[in-house]
Nanobody, 124 residues
């Protein structure tokens, strides 16, 4: 079992940057695909990015490609989401999630463990 805790959210202006962290407990962290998802008020949960256990494979949503970068440090049990050139439409609660099986997935139903989320608000 894995417990996930997100941090790093906040209120920023359009064009600014933030780095989110997802810290996990458990000795098997390095075996999990870790994804970032976001949910804005009144909208469905949306895939943002995912990274494979080794960190070699990453996928991004088209809406964040070129602006966001996902990375991981398995020695620290932590996955990061570097968010640059933030836009008002990036405003949402950001959750990280762990998927213990298969290829990195963009489908939230594939993920077994979820963090509580961190709020990102971008003012225009």
């Amino acid at each position: 079992q894995v417990q996930l805790v997100e941090s790093g959210g906040g209120l920023v202006q359009a064009g600014d940057s933030l780095r989110l962290s997802c810290e996990a407990s458990g000795r098997t962290f390095s075996r999990y695909n870790i994804g970032w998802f976001r949910q804005a008020p009144g909208k469905e949960r949306e895939f943002v990015a995912v990274i494979s256990p080794s960190g070699v494979t990453t996928y991004y949503a088209d809406s964040v490609k070129g602006r966001f970068t996902i990375s991981r440090d398995n020695t620290k049990n932590t996955v990061y989401l570097q968010m640059n050139s933030l836009k008002a439409e990036d405003t949402a609660v950001y959750h990280c999630a762990a998927d213990p099986t298969g290829r990195p997935s963009t489908n939230p139903n594939e993920y077994d463990y979820w963090g509580q989320g961190t709020q990102v608000t971008v003012s225009s």
